[in-house]
C-alpha cells in the first residue's frame, strides 16, 4: 500500500539513528511522558526478548527495534517504545545491582560503572498496572541475569550489539502521525506476521529449500493465514493441554515457537525429532525419488514441539491443506468413490451441520468451531481409524452446548471445552477405542428454534431424556 503524501513528505525529514543499548539508556534526556499508557509487558515478554537475545547472541548485530522521539525543549519523549526502553532500563539496572562487582572483564565493569554513576533516567509511574508489572519483571529480570548461562559475552552482546532504530521529531503532531502511519503500514504486525520473520530468522544457513518452503505462506491470504492461527491452530495447542483459548494475540507467539536442531542441546526429547528431520531429509534427496516420484512428508502433529525454520513453514503448509479439507466439508476425510464414504449417521450429521437454519449465527458458529478442532485434531492423531463414530461422538459432545442454551458466546464454549476435558482425552489416548467411549451426558429439552434439525438427531441416536 502506498503511503498518503503527507506521510511521505514527513519521512523525508527524518534521518534514522542505529543506537546500541548502553548508547541509547546512557542519553539523560530521555523521558516517559504521562500520556503514556501504562508499562504493560508480562514476565512472559521478558521470556521472549531473553530468548531472542540468547538465540542471535553470535550475531554482529541484534535489531529490537524502534523508537519514535519528540524533542521538546532538551527532553527527548518517547511517542513510541517505552515498553522496550523501560524493560531494557530494568534489566541494565539489575545488571548494575548484581553483576558488577563480579564482572571479569574490565571494560563491561567500566561500561555499566559509567552508566551508574553518569546516570540513567529514573522515570515515576502513577499507575498501579505500571507498578505491579515493573516490580514483577525486574525480579524476572533478577534471576534471568543472575543464572550461570548469562555469560559476560552475553551481556556484552546486550550492551554493545543489540540496538534500537530511532526518529526523532519536533513537533508532537508529527510525531504521533508519524507513528501511526508506521502502525498503519503494516509496523504493527500480526501475530503470524511475527511468526512469520521469527522464523525465516531460524533457517539454517545455506538452506536451498528456503524460498519454496515460503512460497504456500506467501500464496496464502493474511486473512485466511490469520484465521488458520487464531480459529484451529493456536486453538488445538492450547486445549490439548489444558489451556484457554479465546483470542490469539502477539503474546501468543511463543506457542509456534520450538526449537533450533542446530543449536539446541541433545536433549533425550529432541532425539525422535532430529531422527526423523535427517531422516527425511535424507530420504527425499536420494536419485531414486527423481526417478520414481514422491516424496516422504514430514510426520506433523498437531501438539508436537515444532522445528523451527522451514519445517515450521512446512507445518503451517501441511495444516493448511488439511483443515480447508476437514472443516466445512461433507466428508471431512476428501472420499469421492461410491461406498468409500462416512457411515450413515456420520454422513447425517455432516449434512445437517452444513445446511441447518441456525448455523450462522455467532452461537452456533462458536459450536461449529469446537466440533471441527476436535474432528481435526483426532484426524490428526488417528486418520480415518474409526471416523464415522469419532463425528458421531463429537457431534453430539460439541452441540449439547447449544441444545442446552439460548446465547452461547466465544467465552461460553471456551469454558466447555476446558470443563469436559475432551482434547486432553484425544492426546491421552492411544487407540480410538480409548476416546470413543468415552460417556456423554443427555440432553432434555433443544432451547433453540432454528436447530430442530440438530434436535431430531440427538433424539435419533438416543441422547435425549
Known amino acids: 500500500?502506498?503511503?498518503?503524501?503527507?506521510?511521505?513528505?514527513?519521512?523525508?525529514?527524518?534521518?534514522?539513528?542505529?543506537?546500541?543499548?548502553?548508547?541509547?539508556?546512557?542519553?539523560?534526556t530521555l523521558a516517559i511522558p504521562l500520556y503514556q499508557r501504562p508499562y504493560k509487558w508480562t514476565t512472559n515478554n521478558i521470556g521472549q526478548l531473553f530468548d531472542d537475545i540468547a538465540t542471535f547472541k553470535d550475531k554482529k548485530s541484534y535489531r529490537l527495534g524502534t523508537i519514535v522521539f519528540h524533542e521538546d525543549a532538551g527532553v527527548r519523549n518517547i511517542v513510541d517504545g517505552q515498553q522496550r526502553t523501560i524493560t531494557l532500563l530494568l534489566t541494565v539496572r539489575a545488571l548494575i545491582q548484581k553483576r558488577l562487582e563480579k564482572l571479569v572483564r574490565k571494560d563491561l565493569r567500566d561500561q555499566l560503572g559509567a552508566l551508574a554513576v553518569g546516570g540513567m533516567i529514573n522515570p515515576k509511574f502513577k499507575s498501579k498496572v505500571s507498578k505491579f508489572n515493573i516490580h514483577t519483571n525486574y525480579r524476572e529480570i533478577d534471576r534471568i541475569i543472575s543464572r550461570a548461562d548469562f555469560t559476560e559475552d552475553i551481556v556484552d552482546f546486550?550492551?554493545?550489539?543489540?540496538?534500537?532504530?530511532?526518529?526523532?521529531?519536533?513537533?508532537?503532531?508529527?510525531?504521533?502521525?508519524?507513528?501511526?502511519?508506521?502502525?498503519?503500514?503494516g509496523r504493527d504486525l500480526e501475530p503470524h506476521d511475527l511468526l512469520k520473520a521469527y522464523h525465516l530468522r531460524e533457517f539454517d544457513t545455506g538452506d536451498e529449500q528456503r524460498k519454496a518452503t515460503v512460497a504456500d505462506w506467501e500464496s496464502c491470504e493474511t486473512k485466511e493465514l490469520a484465521g488458520l492461527f487464531a480459529e484451529y491452530l493456536y486453538r488445538i495447542r492450547n486445549w490439548s493441554r489444558g489451556a484457554s483459548a479465546r483470542h490469539f494475540g502477539k503474546g501468543d507467539t511463543l506457542l509456534f515457537k520450538g526449537i533450533n536442531l542446530g543449536r539446541v542441546s541433545r536433549y533425550p526429547y529432541v532425539e525422535p525429532l532430529r531422527i526423523a528431520h535427517h531422516f527425511v531429509d535424507h530420504y527425499n534427496d536420494q536419485y531414486e525419488?527423481?526417478?520414481?516420484?514422491?516424496?516422504?512428508?514430514?510426520?506433523?502433529?498437531?501438539?508436537?514441539?515444532?522445528?523451527?525454520?522451514?519445517?515450521?513453514?512446512?507445518?503451517?503448509?501441511?495444516?493448511?491443506?488439511?483443515?480447508s479439507q476437514i472443516a466445512k466439508a461433507s466428508d471431512p476425510l476428501g472420499n469421492r468413490s461410491p461406498g468409500t464414504g462416512l457411515e450413515p449417521f456420520a454422513a447425517k450429521i455432516m449434512n445437517?451441520?452444513?445446511r441447518y437454519p441456525g448455523m450462522y449465527r455467532d452461537g452456533d458458529r462458536y459450536v461449529r468451531g469446537i466440533f471441527d478442532c476436535l474432528l481435526i485434531y483426532y484426524l490428526d492423531k488417528f486418520g480415518g481409524a474409526e471416523v464415522s463414530r469419532a463425528i458421531e461422538k463429537i457431534f453430539?459432545?460439541?452441540?449439547?452446548?447449544?441444545?442446552r442454551m439460548q446465547t452461547v458466546q466465544l467465552a461460553t464454549v471456551d469454558n466447555y471445552v476446558l470443563d469436559t476435558k475432551m482434547f486432553p482425552k484425544v492426546k491421552e489416548a492411544t487407540n480410538p477405542r480409548e476416546f470413543l467411549q468415552v460417556p456423554l451426558p443427555m440432553i432434555g429439552e433443544n432451547k433453540s428454534r432454528k436447530t430442530e434439525t440438530i434436535y431430531e438427531l440427538f433424539k435419533e441416536m438416543g441422547y435425549h431424556e
Open 1 to 28: 500500500m502506498q503511503a498518503p503524501k503527507q506521510d511521505l513528505a514527513l519521512e523525508s525529514k527524518l534521518s534514522p539513528r542505529i543506537l546500541t543499548v548502553a548508547t541509547l539508556l546512557a542519553d539523560r
Open 158 to 185: 546486550l550492551l554493545n550489539k543489540c540496538e534500537v532504530v530511532t526518529f526523532s521529531l519536533s513537533d508532537i503532531s508529527e510525531a504521533f502521525q508519524f507513528f501511526d502511519s508506521q502502525n498503519a503500514r
Open 289 to 323: 525419488r527423481k526417478i520414481i516420484g514422491g516424496i516422504l512428508p514430514f510426520p506433523f502433529q498437531l501438539d508436537q514441539t515444532i522445528i523451527n525454520g522451514r519445517r515450521f513453514f512446512e507445518m503451517i503448509a501441511h495444516y493448511h491443506m488439511k483443515v
Open 352 to 354: 445437517a451441520i452444513n
Open 396 to 403: 453430539i459432545w460439541a452441540y449439547t452446548i447449544r441444545m
